[in-house]
């Protein structure tokens, strides 16, 4: 009994040591985009903070309710140097950087 608790305990510490993604998450109701008029079905999503480290949508992480791994570089990663490379980098009113994909909508860019 002594060496299942043991184990249990390392197991727990094992996982949320090695837990790269925002605890907190919100639902994001579904919506039609004013710029396209396409729908983006309601989800899950990582509450707002100052970086993507910890985002669904982020390298390295993987979205708990869907089990998509994320693809987006990092901020201030090497991948993040090129992101966007050859577009028009905008800068939202938030501070926000990000290009019109040739969909039209908006594509935003890891911090650099």
Do not use: C, E, W
């Given at each position: 009994?002594?060496?299942?608790?043991?184990?249990?305990?390392?197991?727990?510490?094992?996982?949320?040591?090695?837990?790269?993604t925002?605890?907190?998450?919100?639902y994001?109701?579904?919506?039609?985009?004013?710029?396209?008029?396409?729908?983006?079905?309601?989800?899950?999503?990582?509450?707002t903070?100052?970086?993507?480290?910890?985002?669904?949508?982020?390298?390295?992480?993987?979205n708990?309710?869907?089990?998509?791994?994320?693809?987006?570089?990092?901020?201030?990663?090497?991948?993040?140097?090129?992101?966007g490379?050859?577009?028009?980098?905008q800068?939202?009113?938030?501070?926000?950087?990000?290009?019109?994909?040739?969909?039209?909508?908006?594509?935003?860019?890891?911090?650099?």
């Amino acid at each position: 009994m002594k060496k299942l608790l043991v184990l249990l305990g390392f197991l727990s510490i094992a996982t949320f040591a090695s837990a790269q993604t925002n605890s907190n998450s919100r639902y994001q109701s579904g919506y039609y985009k004013s710029s396209t008029g396409t729908y983006v079905q309601p989800h899950m999503k990582t509450t707002t903070n100052s970086t993507n480290h910890d985002n669904y949508t982020t390298t390295g992480n993987t979205n708990s309710y869907t089990g998509q791994s994320g693809s987006r570089a990092k901020d201030y990663s090497s991948g993040a140097k090129n992101y966007g490379s050859g577009q028009n980098i905008q800068t939202g009113p938030n501070g926000g950087q990000y290009y019109i994909n040739s969909n039209g909508n908006k594509v935003y860019v890891p911090k650099r």
